[in-house]
C-alpha cells in the first residue's frame, strides 16, 4: 500500500530535492545579556552541535533575541496563560490583540489593521476574501508561493504576469472583462531583494478600477524612515499618515506585513480601509477557522512596533552593512567572474553563482570555516541562477561582515568536485 512514499522519497533524493532540517538554538547562553551579547545571539548560532556565524535568518533587525520583547513576552505569560484557546471570532482576540492592530494601523498610515497567526494564512485567506469565481488576478510571476496558493484557492481567473512588467500587466488589465480585478505582488522579493513600484502599480490599477494588494513581509521594519515600510520607502504613507498627494487614492490598496521576519516574532497582519479591513475579518476562512496567536506574541510584538517606530539606528547599521558587503564582494571578484551580486537596496542580498552544485559547492566552503550563508535552487529561482541568499542583519557586526567578505573571496571559484 505506502511503497510510493518510498519509490517517490527516492526519487526526489536522485534529483537532489530533498531538504533537511538542522537543529538551531543561539550559541550564547541568555544569562545577564549585554547589548553585545544580544546581538551574538542573534547571529550566532548552534548548529546540529557546532558554532555557526549565519546569514540565513530573515531576523533583519535582530529582534527575535531582544529583551524588551522578551520581558514583554513573560509578562503577558503571566497575565493571559499560554493559549488563545478559541479563533479570534470566538473569544482568543485579546486586549493585546487589539492594542497590536490599532499600533501597526498607525505605524504604516493606514485606517486599520487585522492581525492573522502567519504570513502564510494571511495571504491564504485574504485573496479569496477579496476576489473569487467570475473575477480575476494579476499576479507578478516571481510573488511568494502563499500568493500563489492565495490565487488559486480563490478560483478567480489568474494572469501571471511577467516579473516587474508594467506594460504587459496593463495590457492584460486591459483586455480583461472580469467583474473584479485584483493586482497582487510582493513589495519587496524575496530572493532577489529588489523593490516593486508601488506608485506605478497603484496608477495602473485606478486606470482600471482594480484592487492592489502588496506582500511587504520583508520591507516592514527595515524600509522607511521608521521601518514603516514599502509605502514610505515610496513616500505614500507611514507614521505620517497618508501623504498629501496620496490622499484618498490609498483605498483600493491592501497592504499585508508579516511580523516573523524585521519585527522578531510571528503572525502578520492586513491593513487598509476600514471597510476593506472589516470584509477580509468577516470572510478570511484562515481568520474563523483557526486558533488566534495567543496573547504573549501579540505582547512581544507590541514592544518590537516600539523598537522598529523609535530606533532608526537598527535601520542606519544595517545600510552600513549593506554597503560594506557590496563593496567587500566588488573587491573580491575578478573581472569576468560569473558570481554576481544583485542590485538591491534591502537585507536581502542575492549572490547569484549559477550552477545548483557550485552554489551548493561554495556554501559547504563557508559551512567548513564557520558560516551559514543557504544555498537557494530551481525551482524556487529559475534555472542556471542558483545562487546564495545572504541576508543581513542590524544585529551583524562589520567584524562579521568582514569575515563573509573574506570566507567568499576564499571560495571563490570553487567548483562543484
Ligand atoms: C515569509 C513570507 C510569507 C509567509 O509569512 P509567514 O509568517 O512566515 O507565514 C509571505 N510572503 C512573503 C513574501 C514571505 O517572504
Redo the contacts with the bound molecule.
Keep these: 500500500m505506502t511503497t510510493w512514499f518510498d519509490d517517490d522519497l527516492r526519487t526526489l533524493g536522485e534529483q537532489h530535492l530533498l531538504r533537511r532540517r538542522r537543529q538551531v538554538a543561539p550559541w550564547q547562553a541568555p544569562a545577564e545579556l549585554t547589548p553585545h551579547d544580544e546581538a551574538l545571539r542573534a547571529t550566532t548560532y548552534c548548529v546540529d552541535g557546532q558554532e555557526r556565524l549565519s546569514f540565513g535568518s ?1 531576523d533583519y533587525l535582530g529582534l527575535s533575541q531582544h529583551p524588551a520583547l522578551m520581558a514583554a513576552a513573560h509578562a503577558a505569560i503571566d497575565r493571559y496563560g499560554v493559549g488563545a484557546t478559541a479563533s479570534p471570532l470566538v473569544c482568543g482576540h485579546s486586549p493585546e490583540h487589539e492594542a497590536l492592530e490599532a499600533e501597526l494601523a498607525a505605524l504604516v498610515g493606514l485606517p486599520r489593521a487585522l492581525y492573522f497567526y ?4 494571511a ?1 491564504v485567506g485574504a485573496i479569496p476574501a477579496l476576489v473569487g469565481q467570475g473575477d480575476a488576478v494579476f499576479s507578478d510571476a516571481l510573488n ?1 508561493a ?2 500563489i496558493d492565495g490565487v488559486r484557492l480563490s478560483r478567480a481567473e489568474a494572469h501571471i504576469v511577467p516579473h516587474g512588467d508594467l506594460a504587459a500587466l496593463e495590457a492584460a488589465l486591459r483586455s480583461s472583462t472580469a467583474r473584479r480585478k485584483l493586482v497582487v505582488t ?1 513589495a519587496v522579493f ?1 530572493m532577489d531583494g529588489n523593490v516593486a513600484d508601488v506608485p506605478a502599480l497603484l496608477a495602473l490599477c485606478e486606470r482600471f478600477d482594480a484592487l492592489l494588494m502588496i ?1 511587504d ?2 520591507g516592514f521594519g527595515v524600509l522607511g524612515p521608521q521601518g514603516e515600510g514599502t509605502l514610505a520607502h515610496h513616500g505614500m504613507a507611514g507614521v505620517q499618515g497618508v501623504a498629501p498627494a496620496w490622499q484618498g487614492r490609498l483605498d483600493r490598496l491592501v497592504y499585508m506585513a ?4 524585521a519585527a522578531g516574532v ?3 497582519f492586513v491593513a487598509g480601509s476600514p471597510q476593506a479591513i472589516e470584509w477580509i475579518m468577516q470572510k478570511a476562512r484562515t481568520y474563523m477557522f483557526a486558533t488566534a496567536a495567543p496573547a504573549h506574541i501579540a505582547a512581544a510584538l507590541r514592544a518590537g512596533v516600539r523598537v522598529i517606530r523609535d530606533e532608526p539606528q537598527r535601520r542606519d547599521h544595517l545600510q552600513a552593512l549593506r554597503h560594506q558587503l557590496q563593496a567587500g564582494v566588488g573587491r573580491g571578484l575578478e573581472a569576468g567572474s560569473a558570481w554576481r551580486l544583485m542590485p538591491s537596496d534591502t537585507a536581502i542580498q542575492p549572490l547569484v553563482i549559477g550552477r545548483n552544485d557550485d552554489a551548493l559547492a561554495v556554501m559547504a566552503a563557508l559551512d567548513a570555516q564557520g558560516i551559514w550563508v543557504p544555498a537557494i535552487r530551481p525551482p524556487t529561482v529559475p534555472a542556471g541562477t542558483a545562487r546564495l541568499r545572504i541576508s543581513l542583519s542590524a544585529a551583524h557586526t562589520t567584524e562579521q561582515v568582514q569575515r563573509l567578505c573574506e570566507a567568499l573571496q576564499a571560495a571563490h571559484g570553487c567548483k562543484a568536485p
Design positions: 530573515n502567519a504570513g502564510y494564512a495571504n511568494h502563499c500568493i510582493d524575496s506582500d513581509a520583508h508579516t511580523l516573523g521576519k510571528a503572525g502578520a
